[in-house]
């Protein structure tokens, strides 16, 4: 694997906040997959959430897949509450758009995991069997049961819970290459 070239790849998009880490850095967890049943108002409702995605075993074997994992780091501060789903649609289209020249360069298995659930549509059909967009979807690191805050702490990454809308936020997109 040519890192080198790939992270120019990463810097020609933008996106030069970013760690290479192993498989086993990622942590996947069950109780990740209940925060998104039992509190998550796009439960059920995008093509991207569950019960519309793998179950956590399916997730951890994926995953386990590959040997190395990209993390890109997203800070961002929005003056207004409903700038996030631009910025996040936006920031979505940028990842999937690295992800396609990774694959074209001949890293055939690279496989985004966003950081958000799918934005790309201005309303989710709720199913991935008429989802206008099938070529585009991706998971979100929550759907995927990944434990963002023990993941991105283990490696050196801030990360907290927002209290205030005005903080900046730490987002995390994962890029599975192999």
């Excluded at 190395?68 to 996040?88: C, G, R």
């Excluded at 309303?123 to 759907?143: L, Q, T």
């Excluded at 963002?148 to 936020?169: C, D, F, W």
Aim: proline fraction near 4%; aromatic fraction near 14%.
């Amino acid at each position: 694997m040519d890192k080198e070239k790939l992270e120019e790849f990463f810097n020609q998009y933008g996106f030069t906040d970013f760690k290479w880490v192993n498989t086993n850095d990622i942590i996947v967890a069950q109780w990740v997959r209940f925060r998104c049943v039992f509190g998550c108002p796009s439960y059920g409702k995008r093509c991207t959430c569950p019960p519309n995605v793998p179950n956590i075993e399916e997730c951890k074997k994926m995953i386990s897949e590959y040997k190395d994992i990209v993390v890109f780091h997203l800070e961002k501060q929005l003056e207004k509450p409903e700038d996030i789903k631009a910025w996040s649609r936006d920031t979505i289209l940028k990842l999937l758009n690295l992800e396609k020249e990774i694959f074209l360069s001949g890293y055939y298995k690279t496989f985004l995991i966003s950081f958000d659930s799918c934005k790309i549509c201005e309303s989710c059909i709720g199913n991935r069997i008429e989802c206008r967009n099938p070529k585009m979807v991706r998971p979100g690191a929550d759907a995927f049961g990944i434990d963002v805050y023990s993941t991105v702490r283990n490696i050196g990454y801030p990360i907290h819970v927002l209290k205030e809308y005005g903080e900046a936020m730490n987002r995390y997109a994962f890029l599975l290459i192999e």
